[in-house]
């Protein structure tokens, strides 16, 4: 029975291998270098942010994810950053830890960041959170854990000014697989996919008081039908935010947001489910905690 558990178990993840991998987020407008490692260094502040995202409240074993990351940039024309991510559904969890770094090329109408980030991704499966409605084999009760390290490498591209932007990531690039219940009866494998971002937006400047971002994001991998975002942002006094983003056959997402200080921002985000999962859910929330590390201005003088 614990065989069969787990193959029907990974026969699943195998069909799920050529499916999005990386968790979903609807406040990427926000979030950006988790999809993009170019983005890191390319806003005028360092930032630390605390993210957590509860997909589908009410489905039993929905996902639920949390990053905890750090934007910064060395000198004029570098950044160097980095994430932690912890992504649970049902009994499986993705954890991985990830450094970035980007090199600006500036132009006199557009900058151009080149971004590379290393990953260590670590896999697992913990079988005390496998519930069987059939138990005919005791050894079940012990419970079918494991757990697999891989490394792994993304690249991406952003061009942008101060009102344009446009990025392209391609994340997971070796393409590794994951083994897992290495033993003489049986051999799991979980093939980590490429996952491609295409991003795109402009800033409107309505007058000294309002902006106005409206962006689309594409996201996709080899094999799946991509997925797209439509999104506006609208700010008031660099204060308070609202937005609202459509995921194309999936979800209506409601986002407001209140900046303090010019230094704290505390964002919340909704997800109306409209595709048929809306039967089984009460919709998706997200919060965002993010601290800004405003840089002191050089002073030369002696006193």
Do not use: C
Not at 38 to 47: C, F
Not at 94 to 111: D, E, I, M
Not at 232 to 261: C, E, F, P, S
Request: glycine share 8%.
């Amino acid at each position: 029975m614990k065989k069969s558990l787990i193959i029907i178990f990974f026969a699943l993840l195998d069909s799920l291998g050529i499916a999005q991998q990386y968790p979903q987020f609807s406040q990427r407008m926000l979030d950006e270098i988790v999809f993009n490692p170019a983005i890191i260094g390319t806003k005028p502040v360092d930032q630390i942010m605390l993210h957590h995202r509860s997909q589908w409240i009410g489905f039993d074993g929905a996902p639920m994810t949390q990053t905890l990351s750090y934007n910064g940039s060395l000198m004029d024309n570098m950044g160097l950053g980095g994430f932690l991510m912890n992504d649970i559904t049902g009994p499986t969890r993705r954890l991985s830890f990830n450094l970035g770094y980007a090199y600006q090329l500036k132009f006199n109408k557009v900058n151009v960041s080149l971004g590379l980030l290393g990953t260590l991704v670590q896999y697992g499966i913990d079988g005390n959170k496998v519930t069987l409605h059939l138990n005919t084999d005791l050894s079940i009760y012990e419970g079918v854990s494991d757990r697999a390290w891989k490394p792994d490498v993304s690249f991406g591209t952003y061009v942008y000014n101060d009102d344009f932007f446009a990025g392209i990531a391609i994340m997971q690039l070796f393409t590794a697989r994951v083994h897992l219940f290495k033993n003489e009866t049986f051999h799991a494998t979980i093939p980590l996919t490429q996952h491609f971002y295409l991003t795109s937006g402009y800033h409107f400047h309505l007058d000294e008081e309002f902006d106005l971002q409206p962006s689309i994001l594409i996201s996709g991998t080899v094999g799946s039908p991509m997925q797209v975002d439509f999104n506006m942002k609208l700010d008031y006094q660099k204060k308070i935010l609202g937005g609202l983003t459509y995921r194309y056959n999936d979800a209506l997402v409601l986002l407001m947001g209140l900046k303090i200080k010019q230094r704290f921002t505390f964002a919340y985000s909704y997800d109306i489910v409209v595709s048929q999962l809306r039967k089984t859910n009460s919709g998706s929330h997200e919060i965002i905690l993010s601290f800004d590390l405003i840089k002191p201005e050089k002073d030369n003088s002696l006193l």
